[in-house]
């Protein structure tokens, strides 16, 4: 079963893309681990290397079944490896949908740059025109994220 669950676009940490210079990564994270992935099964590359952080509050989220999950992914030297769970989902935006991923690097296995539960990072296609404060409708499977309130 699909949900569609509004949020709006809000500025992140920009290491997922590179756009920072506190980053502690040469690369974006993104672009760092999509070989990674692409290795363990799931091809990234036809994606924009970065994130959109969508906040969907009140509302949080929780991954139940993704269908992606990846342990110990040693994907940055000289730091510890992480796990990663990906999801599929549609960003849709002015009235176009966009085959998308919920990106959900562990927090028990990061190190740094977490999220809140009410912010949803997902890994799109570059979108023509998006820019922070725009809304959006994330359709999501329901068999594999539970979206609850506060």
């Known amino acids: 079963m699909f949900i569609q669950i ?3 676009i809000q ?3 920009r290491v997922a893309s590179g756009n920072t210079a506190s ?3 040469p ?3 993104i672009e760092m681990q999509t070989p990674f992935f692409k290795e363990l099964g799931l091809d990234l590359t036809n994606f924009f290397p970065g994130t959109l952080n969508i906040n969907i509050s009140p509302n949080e989220f929780e991954l139940i079944s993704p269908q992606y999950t990846f342990r110990n992914v040693h ?3 000289g730091f510890p490896p992480e796990d990663f769970s990906f999801t599929p989902c549609q960003t849709i935006y002015q009235n ?3 085959d998308s991923l919920v990106y959900y690097p562990h927090p028990e296995t990061k ?5 809140n539960s009410s912010i949803v990072e997902v890994i799109a296609p570059l ?3 998006l820019k922070y404060s725009d809304r959006v409708t994330l359709r999501i499977n329901a068999e594999e994220i539970q979206i609850f309130e506060k």
């Open 75 to 77: 994907w940055a030297e």
């Open 11 to 13: 500025a992140g940490y």
């Open 96 to 98: 176009q949908s966009f």
């Open 27 to 29: 690369k974006g994270t």
């Open 127 to 129: 979108i023509p025109k």
């Open 111 to 115: 190190i740094r740059h977490f999220q």
């Open 23 to 25: 980053s502690p990564y």
């Open 6 to 8: 509004d949020g709006i």
